[in-house]
């Protein structure tokens, strides 16, 4: 082959791959604009005061005491949802400088840590001023929802001694602790 010719075919071998990335930018950008952004809440996700009422049947004066711990417990957990995202914004704005403060990732990594352990705690606590509100048979209803809530991927360790005879393998085939005689939360 002359010169001339490895030349000519280089020339197309570029023009080729020119040409398929421009069709692969496209095609990116056509996909981009076609598919309308997914609506962040779902119309078919109901709203969980609505559940909780449904589910334990619970007494006009039990939902109105629901819904107003349900405010204040969502205001709390917004706060601290905030603080959390700018730790976050602080550690991902660090962490690509050319030169990181360790220590500043480290301590604010701390930070972002205890605010998720303090999310957790006020969950628990939410949880138990619930079950205040609740009859016998809601707690049991109650203790259910919120053993799904906490325990949803495979492989969720039950508790040591449970009494269940699960000894820590997970809650697959374990159905809300009926077969247990103890309650996951329960309160001394």
């Not at 205890?114 to 969950?123: D, G, I």
């Not at 449970?162 to 809300?176: A, D, L, R, V, W």
Request: hydrophobic content about 30%.
């Amino acid at each position: 082959m002359s010169y001339f010719n490895k030349k000519h075919v280089m020339l197309w071998v570029v023009i080729a791959v020119i040409v398929i990335n421009f069709a692969a930018i496209g095609a990116i950008i056509y996909k981009l604009y076609q598919n309308p952004k997914q609506e962040i809440r779902r119309p078919d996700r109901h709203c969980a005061q609505t559940y909780l009422e449904s589910e334990l049947h619970l007494t006009p004066l039990q939902a109105e005491e629901f819904k107003k711990l349900k405010k204040a417990h969502h205001d709390s957990v917004f706060v601290l949802h905030n603080l959390m995202k700018e730790k976050r914004g602080i550690i991902s704005e660090n962490m690509v400088k050319p030169n990181p403060d360790t220590t500043l990732l480290y301590k604010t990594t701390e930070e972002l840590g205890m605010l998720f352990a303090q999310t957790r705690k006020l969950y628990i606590s939410h949880y138990f001023e619930l079950r205040e509100v609740c009859n016998p048979d809601q707690k049991e209803k109650l203790s259910e929802i919120y053993t799904k809530l906490f325990c949803q991927g495979e492989g969720c360790p039950a508790p040591q001694d449970s009494g269940c005879g699960k000894g820590g393998k997970g809650h697959k085939g374990h159905k809300g602790h009926k077969g247990c005689k103890q309650e996951p939360f329960e309160v001394n």
